[in-house]
């Protein structure tokens, strides 16, 4: 099953998004449609020695050579005697291509991100693996958090300070920045990042809404400057309430927000989604994890 770039949804910016149903054991996951290149029946596994316990073997898939990673037990689940219905979900996540094994692929629904929660900690606990919550036909699915599942297995493939710090000592303490991001964890990594590149008034939201009601905020407050507070914005993309897509085409068709520098941080900036944040008037789109050249084009923009 390949996923057809045309069956995504048609315009950028719309606060919605389609999610892959899936089935790991007794359990009802999804992903995000625009992470996924394809989904395939399992073939033979190639092991590789000495690898990650979550690292089954390898496929090869064409021309390319693939990872795959068993989610039964990423997810500490019981693992299967029947393995007839398992498929492999083909995904770009981080400019990396891996194969995930799940038990079964049930189908494709069309949702919005406000309809989507933020997991409770008792279900953060799940390895952490879970980014948000759906209610659908009385049906509770748990979104994935596919690239925490990878950097878990090779942590090169996440944010890495140390690269930063080649940089070398800097001065930008009075510009400021504000951050949407959903996950804890990178928010955390990319505070210690930009501090340690100089940049130290960065203000954090947990999604694109609480980003925009700040803007709105600031803009309609007496003790406030717009552009003392909002010198650049930088968004990722998957999050609840209010994506990073919606939150850029809200800023940009706002006489009153569209100068403000906007970057797309995330680990869907791929070749084939690049258009979508042109399309909403990104003014730049810089893949996970290149945190580098993320701070290099903050340096340019402010």
Known sequence: MAVNE????????????????????????????????????????TPIPNSHPHIEGMIRLRDEVLTVVNLMEVLGCPQSVDHSQDKFIVSELNKLKVAFRVSGVSRIHRISWKQIEKPTELSQGLQSATTGVIKLDEQMILLLDFEK??????????????????????ERNTKKI????????????????????????????????????????????????LEEEFQLLITDLEMPKMDGLHLTKRIKETDEFKHIPVIIFSSLITDDLYHKGIAVGADKQISKPEIVKLIEEIDLMI
């Open 6 to 45: 045309d069956a995504i949804l048609l315009d950028s910016g719309t606060n919605e998004l389609e999610v892959i149903v899936f089935n790991v054991s007794s359990g009802t996951y999804g992903i995000n449609v625009m992470k996924v290149r394809e989904i395939i029946q399992t073939q033979a596994v």
């Open 149 to 170: 599942i990878v950097v878990d297995i090779n942590p090169t493939k996440g944010i890495n300070i140390e690269q930063v710090r080649k940089l070398g000592k800097r």
């Open 178 to 225: 504000v951050v949407a991001e959903d996950s804890a964890m990178l928010r955390k990594l990319i505070h210690q990042t930009l501090t340690e590149a100089g940049y130290e008034q960065i203000t954090f939201f947990e999604n694109g809404k609480e980003a925009w009601d700040y803007l709105n905020f600031v803009y309609e407050s007496e003790d406030l400057s």
